[in-house]
């Protein structure tokens, strides 16, 4: 502050003769600041150095980090990527699986329903068989109940009592028995 008093007394000095005070605008402006340049040189050197120290930190502690967050990201990129490859080629055997299976099964599938036909087709076979025996077997029966109906008509018309009483000797006569 000494300086400015001194400036100041210069300059009313100079107007009167000497160093005094000028007042106008346009003659001290480049004094004026020049002085507030010098001053804030001197006194905001230290402040702006530490402001800007601290802000630099700041800055290099920010790069360092996003440095850091970069390098985490890249390697859980490349570890992301590796799982996808390995779920992708887990996908890929188990498609391949599925399709071994699909066609064991469907290969089991054709071997089973050729035995049921084969199957199907003995018992059809075996069931036309017994339906023939039964309609054979059927067929006789009805063939000796209408044969024996048939005999006995005729052995009606033809026999009288006489003829049916010497049949009856004879027959007992062949069995071994005497009347």
Same mark, same amino acid.
């Given at each position: 502050? +000494? ?13 009167? #003769? ?11 402006? /480049?004094?004026?600041?020049?002085? /507030?340049? +010098?001053?804030?040189?001197?006194? #905001?050197?230290? /402040? ?37 490859? *390995? ?12 399709? *071994?299976?699909? !066609? ?20 059809? +076979? ?6 023939? !025996? ?8 009805? /063939? ?9 008509? *005729? ?6 009592? +006489? ?17």
């Amino acid at each position: 502050m +000494g300086t400015f008093w001194l400036l100041a007394s210069a300059h009313e000095a100079a107007s009167e #003769g000497g160093f005094g005070l000028n007042l106008d605008f346009f003659e001290t402006n /480049v004094i004026n600041l020049a002085i /507030v340049i +010098g001053l804030l040189f001197y006194l #905001g050197q230290k /402040v702006l150095g530490n402001i800007l120290a601290q802000r630099r930190a700041e800055i290099e502690e920010a790069i360092a980090d996003a440095e850091r967050r970069q390098k985490e990201a890249a390697a859980q990129l490349a570890d992301r990527e590796q799982k996808l490859a *390995q779920a992708q080629a887990q996908a890929e055997q188990i498609k391949a699986q599925a399709a *071994q299976q699909a !066609e064991k099964a469907r290969e089991a599938i054709l071997a089973q329903a050729e035995k049921d036909l084969e199957r199907l087709k003995a018992e059809a +076979g075996k069931d036309l068989s017994a339906a023939q !025996e039964r309609a054979i077997a059927e067929l006789r029966q009805r /063939v000796t109940v209408m044969a024996l109906e048939r005999a006995e008509s *005729q052995l009606k018309t033809q026999l009288d009592e +006489g003829k049916q009483q010497k049949l009856i000797d004879n027959s007992i006569a062949m069995l071994g028995g005497s009347r």
